[in-house]
């Protein structure tokens, strides 16, 4: 089985100008990296443009092009995000060009309407996540969507962005009634405790190990590190030898390291005590370093570095294993598990 468990589709804004500069605040870092834009400045408009930047902003990714870009795969995780302010403007996962069957203009209060929407085109294709956020309309209302979400719409788990909300996981008002809600619904969480290139993003409240008071006190609740926490990685590791419920999908961090790098460290997981079955392949489509194909080659291949390492090969198992299996196990996927009507 081969799964994406970290993918976004729609839009954030009904505004392209919006999108574009969003969009391009958060890859400024790549393209200076690559040589492409000034360091010393700011890029002016026909720099953008000269590297492909245009004014129209990002092109919706719906459905059908998620499927046309996935091939061989046979699922993958669809993630809300909730409403949130960014400098006065309210942004969230929009359907700007009505490619879902949502009614009405497009809002992100309907964040979590939208990715169910889109799960109902292609059930076997897609796996939902919603999203709420505990400082928009105050916790009680965050509670009641997580409810509706999972009751009423049948989303599979819920992602949380406190970086981007600035909110702290283990925030006792904030932070826990929402971990605490979705131990009582059994669903899955997944958290982006990892580093942003948003300049608005907090920092300090991306750190994976302000999950640890939610190990500790909510053992039985599903958990997944989103980015592995990079740049945190170690410690987001850590938090997996610790924990017995918390995992770690590899988007981005996939990306960031060369496939001899990603063989080293997927090697050194065992002396770190941290199992393989608790990573998940992930990509952040539909973003441009974030090929699915590309990157599932780049981990099923790393044992081609095994030989010049000077180490053993990983079982090649396990590698297919992350590819898909893990996270179906986690998320009780599979049909003959009890939480889906099969043995028990």
Same mark, same amino acid.
């Given at each position: 089985?081969?799964?994406?468990?970290?993918?976004?589709?729609?839009?954030?804004?009904?505004?392209?100008?919006?999108?574009?500069?969003?969009? !391009? =605040?958060?890859?400024?870092? *790549?393209?200076?990296?690559?040589?492409? %834009?000034?360091?010393?400045? +700011?890029?002016?408009? #026909?720099?953008?443009?000269?590297?492909?930047?245009?004014?129209?902003?990002?092109?919706?990714?719906?459905?059908?092009?998620?499927?046309?870009?996935?091939?061989?795969?046979?699922?993958?995780?669809?993630?809300?995000?909730?409403?949130?302010?960014?400098?006065?403007?309210?942004?969230?996962?929009?359907?700007?060009?009505?490619?879902?069957?949502?009614?009405?203009?497009?809002?992100?209060?309907?964040?979590?309407?939208?990715?169910?929407?889109?799960?109902?085109?292609?059930?076997?294709?897609?796996?939902?996540?919603?999203?709420?956020?505990?400082?928009?309309?105050?916790?009680?209302?965050?509670?009641?969507?997580?409810?509706?979400?999972?009751?009423?719409?049948?989303?599979?788990?819920?992602?949380?962005?406190?970086?981007?909300?600035?909110?702290?996981?283990?925030? !006792? =008002?904030?932070?826990?009634? *929402?971990?605490?809600?979705?131990?009582? %619904?059994?669903?899955?969480? +997944?958290?982006?405790? #990892?580093?942003?290139?948003?300049?608005?993003?907090?920092?300090?409240?991306?750190?994976?190990?302000?999950?640890?008071?939610?190990?500790?006190?909510?053992?039985?609740?599903?958990?997944?590190?989103?980015?592995?926490?990079?740049?945190?990685?170690?410690?987001?590791?850590?938090?997996?030898?610790?924990?017995?419920?918390?995992?770690?999908?590899?988007?981005?961090?996939?990306?960031?390291?060369?496939?001899?790098?990603?063989?080293?460290?997927?090697?050194?997981?065992?002396?770190?005590?941290?199992?393989?079955?608790?990573?998940?392949?992930?990509?952040?489509?539909?973003?441009?370093?974030?090929?699915?194909?590309?990157?599932?080659?780049?981990?099923?291949?790393?044992?081609?570095?095994?030989?010049?390492?000077?180490?053993?090969?990983?079982?090649?198992?396990?590698?297919?294993?992350?590819?898909?299996?893990?996270?179906?196990?986690?998320?009780? %996927?599979?049909?003959?598990?009890?939480?889906?009507?099969?043995?028990?």
């Amino acid at each position: 089985m081969q799964i994406d468990a970290h993918t976004h589709l729609l839009s954030l804004s009904a505004d392209r100008a919006f999108t574009t500069a969003y969009g !391009r =605040e958060g890859s400024l870092c *790549i393209y200076r990296s690559r040589g492409l %834009l000034p360091s010393h400045r +700011m890029p002016s408009d #026909a720099e953008w443009e000269e590297v492909g930047f245009h004014h129209d902003g990002f092109p919706v990714t719906g459905p059908a092009e998620a499927i046309r870009d996935h091939p061989g795969f046979d699922q993958m995780v669809i993630l809300a995000m909730s409403p949130q302010f960014l400098e006065g403007r309210l942004i969230g996962t929009v359907d700007t060009d009505g490619v879902t069957d949502v009614a009405g203009p497009p809002h992100p209060e309907k964040c979590n309407d939208y990715i169910a929407a889109v799960v109902r085109s292609a059930p076997d294709k897609f796996i939902g996540f919603g999203s709420v956020n505990p400082c928009y309309r105050g916790v009680r209302y965050a509670l009641d969507e997580l409810e509706r979400s999972v009751v009423e719409l049948g989303l599979t788990g819920v992602k949380l962005y406190p970086m981007y909300q600035h909110w702290a996981p283990n925030d !006792r =008002e904030l932070g826990f009634p *929402i971990f605490e809600k979705a131990a009582e %619904l059994g669903i899955t969480v +997944m958290v982006h405790q #990892a580093g942003s290139t948003r300049i608005d993003a907090r920092m300090e409240l991306g750190r994976p190990a302000l999950l640890d008071d939610i190990g500790r006190e909510l053992r039985d609740l599903r958990l997944i590190i989103a980015h592995c926490g990079i740049p945190w990685v170690r410690e987001a590791m850590f938090l997996l030898t610790k924990h017995p419920n918390f995992y770690a999908d590899l988007s981005y961090h996939l990306a960031t390291v060369s496939r001899r790098d990603l063989f080293l460290w997927l090697s050194s997981l065992e002396s770190f005590f941290v199992p393989l079955e608790k990573l998940f392949f992930g990509t952040d489509y539909p973003g441009f370093l974030y090929d699915p194909v590309a990157l599932r080659d780049k981990l099923l291949g790393v044992n081609e570095e095994a030989e010049r390492s000077g180490l053993d090969p990983i079982p090649q198992a396990r590698l297919e294993a992350i590819m898909g299996d893990n996270l179906a196990n986690v998320l009780r %996927l599979g049909p003959d598990d009890p939480s889906n009507g099969g043995p028990r």
